[in-house]
């Protein structure tokens, strides 16, 4: 049997290479929505950050997903991304 191939994205802080479902998907919409897309299959442009706060606050700090997006992101989009990994980190002690 072939070997099933693994998409491979660029997180948007560290810029280190990860599986596309070690990451957390931001998307911007054709119509200029941002938003985190749980299920990977969203439409619009996509940006991949790792689940580690560390990377969260350093894209946060830098503005990467400003850039990334050419607009400027909510702040609220930063605070569900730190709520998303609070909840995982929960749920992952079990």
Known sequence: MKAKKIPMRRCVACHQMKDKRELIRVVKS???EIFIDPTGKKNGRGAYLC???ACIAKARKAKSLNREFKSEIPVEIYEQLQEQ???LEGNSGG
Do not use: I, M, R, V
């Open 30 to 32: 054709p119509e200029g």
């Open 85 to 87: 990994l609070n909840s």
């Open 51 to 53: 689940k580690d706060p």
